[in-house]
């Protein structure tokens, strides 16, 4: 088994001739281990059931670098659908939806399949290259755990698998499976938990999250954050809100934001300023920055979330930033919360369009 750690022309190629003979593939989704080939190649998935021990592929999941690839193999989704994959995807999060294009009737399950943009972005990549998507499924025998360490794998297995892409900065030591969810009619159901909790996944469908971003979460995110929510309850819509920024400490909203914010009717004393992690990511559907370098920040901090992140400005179709009025006269405060007022205002009336 030849081990490929960096995506050249060279190692696509290579590997493409070894998937293009039946070959199985050893690759790494960012969370675990995974064995597959091309999803098209009923040859090869029957030698991933030999290995696996398993009496047929049906109900194996398939790798695509990202959702549009959806609409390739005929799946369609409602917005709805479209809105929750997007907050998932890069991401653990397996759903299984209908498809009818008969390419993938060898691993077609009561006519649905389970798809997933794994969060590896050079994962992502190769399958982007190879223009197709992959089977992908846990290195180990049918019934029994899946296997964590590259060691174990070439141990068991080493003989069954023709090639691996698997790069050197591989954490073994974090094994984590994806969240299953059945979609059918709209509806969602869980069929396996795993990294995400599913009543995470179903707040987030019935009522997803908007996350305003700042620099210390104290003026201009917690002004955002309370004025939309607001106006979220006097118009009864199905969203929720945050706020978060890049300073430690849990601290109070500052007294001009809060001054402002009470002249509006809304009761801010309770503010506390959360600092940015991986888990905002995921509990987010839109994640809304004051400047282009807070957007910047947080795709370093997390580059998966590159399809739901947009200024507040960006998202509601201006340009610009919105300048931090902290250490300044209530006037400059003034200034910038009549920004934000009018563009939580656009930013609410385009995200209605989409959930209701």
Known sequence: MKRYKRLTEKSVNELNSVLEQHGLLLHHTGAMYGVGCNAFDSVAIGKINVMKQRSDGKGYILLIPDASWLKDYSVQTSKDIKRLLNQYWPGELTAILEVKDPRLDAVVLDGRVGFRVPSSPVLRELITKLGYPLVSTSVNIASTPPLERL????????SALHCAFVPADIDEDVTIPSTIISI???EIQCLREGAISFDEIERSYSKP??????????C????????ARKCIEEKGLPLRVASAGFVSGERMISEHSFTLLYKDGIDARRHRSRVVDKNISNESAYILTMTQEHKRKYLELDPNVAGKIFTLLEFTGEMGDIDDPFGLDISFYRE???IIKERVDAALA???EEVE
């Not at 060691?151 to 080493?158: A, L, P």
């Open 151 to 158: 060691s174990d794998i070439k141990k068991q297995f080493g």
């Open 184 to 186: 059918k009619e709209d």
């Open 209 to 218: 999250l908007i996350q305003f971003i700042c620099t210390g979460n104290t």
């Open 220 to 227: 201009r995110s917690p002004m955002a954050e309370y004025y």
């Open 336 to 338: 910038t919360y009549s």
């Open 350 to 352: 385009k995200i209605r």
